[in-house]
């Protein structure tokens, strides 16, 4: 899938649905530590590793819109397809 928002516009919408949706569970910086983390099995990831930032936007999109593993699905709670662009274009700032 290509990203089709311009990944250098909006990045704020983005951080605010991060923080909204996001960073309990991984963290403010993307480490997999937020406050919920600890009731998570298995691993949450670190978006601003190399593995993770070497993923397609495409790849990105499919996990945040229908999880894996304890990763629910957000599609009913963000139903709109840009705002989960707009998150994957702000963990791309993530990267370190």
Avoid at 44 to 70: H, I, N, P, W
Wanted: with cysteine.
């Amino acid at each position: 899938m290509k990203n089709p928002t311009d990944p250098s516009v909006d990045t704020a919408i983005g951080k605010s649905l991060y923080s909204q949706h996001c960073k309990s569970c991984h963290g403010k910086e993307g480490y997999g530590d937020g406050p919920k983390a600890k009731d998570v099995e298995g691993d949450l990831g670190d978006f601003s590793s190399e593995e993770y930032q070497a993923q397609t936007d495409g790849e990105l999109f499919y996990k945040t819109s229908f999880g894996r593993d304890d990763m629910p699905e957000y599609t009913k709670k963000m139903p709109e397809d840009e705002d989960r662009w707009l998150i994957v274009n702000y963990m791309r700032t993530l990267a370190e």
